[in-house]
């Protein structure tokens, strides 16, 4: 689908980009010619991952550990990354998120969805464009979103509202960097399962059959994500710009994705909430 050098030259950074979606677009984007950066907060994890890729690849791949919650921390990792050149491309990938009633969430759980989805985002989002401004230097920014942007999703509420937060950051900055030279796009992924977000959002007593209620009856494959976000991020994406890529197979035209959980019982919650607590210990 795309000439074998589309990223060559590109110095990417994915956060949380050990597992899951984000190192299946790390994979994609070197098998383009990039050279990649991956960060997230388990050292063990990325270096694994890193080495996988060096072993089936070559290229130039390293990981960092930042948690990216902390603004000090992602500014100390940006310093680290432009010693050596400038990156040409952020991907805000990292995020959590898990089921409950809202009313039953913590100042504290509310949070620790909101600091990495929101907060970290953003830290790494104004801490690339900054250096890109000042060094006069052109940078793309793709942000990992959801469809609960467009159809609002209950029982994820700070992950509604964080992501949407996210996607009016992406418009403004278009505006606000587009005359800098510096492109903000995001993607709203439909259901692309990974072990991590399964267990979160889809435990055990959930409806089973969910994939073929689809429009087009099945999940997403990681290559199909990695191929656009590998498309919004090169030059070829270059008039792409504060715009957001739904890819889920139709599905939000059918489903916010959240309705067969309001007919679960108090008995159900409970048992998920022990089930994120003893996970948590």
Not at 97 to 107: G, H, K, N, R, V
Not at 127 to 142: N, S
Not at 163 to 172: D, E, G
Not at 198 to 216: F, H, I, T
Request: charged content about 20%; proline content about 3%; aromatic content about 6%.
């Amino acid at each position: 689908m795309f000439e074998k050098g589309l990223l060559q030259g590109k110095r990417i950074l994915v956060t949380g980009g050990g597992s899951g979606l984000g190192a299946a677009m790390g994979r994609r984007f070197v098998e383009l010619g990039a050279e990649l950066i991956i960060c997230g907060r388990r050292l063990e994890l990325l270096q694994t991952t890193a080495a996988q890729m060096r072993g089936d690849l070559g290229g130039s791949i390293s990981a960092l550990v930042c948690d990216i919650r902390d603004g000090a921390a992602v500014d100390a990792m940006l310093d680290a990354i432009w010693r050596d050149a400038p990156l040409d491309v952020l991907v805000n990938n990292a995020a959590a998120t898990f089921i409950a009633q809202t009313e039953q969430l913590s100042f504290r759980a509310a949070d620790a969805i909101l600091a990495p989805t929101l907060h970290g985002a953003m830290y790494c989002t104004l801490g690339a464009g900054k250096r890109w401004i000042e060094g006069k230097h052109k940078g793309v920014v793709l942000s990992i979103l959801s469809t609960s942007t467009i159809t609002g999703r209950a029982f994820t509420v700070p992950s509604a509202m964080a992501k949407s937060a996210v996607l009016a950051m992406t418009r403004s900055l278009a505006v606000e960097w587009g005359p800098k030279g510096i492109r903000t796009v995001a993607i709203a992924p439909g259901a692309f399962p990974t072990p991590g977000a399964s267990g979160q959002l889809r435990p055990e007593g959930r409806d089973a059959n969910w994939a073929s209620r689809n429009p087009l009856g099945r999940a997403g494959e990681h290559r199909e994500l990695a191929d656009l976000a590998s498309f919004l991020v090169s030059d070829s994406a270059g008039y792409i710009n504060g715009e957001m890529v739904v890819q889920d197979g139709g599905a939000h035209l059918r489903s916010s994705g959240a309705e067969d959980l309001l007919q679960w019982s108090d008995a159900q919650w409970e048992q998920q909430r022990a089930a994120r607590s003893k996970g948590r210990g």
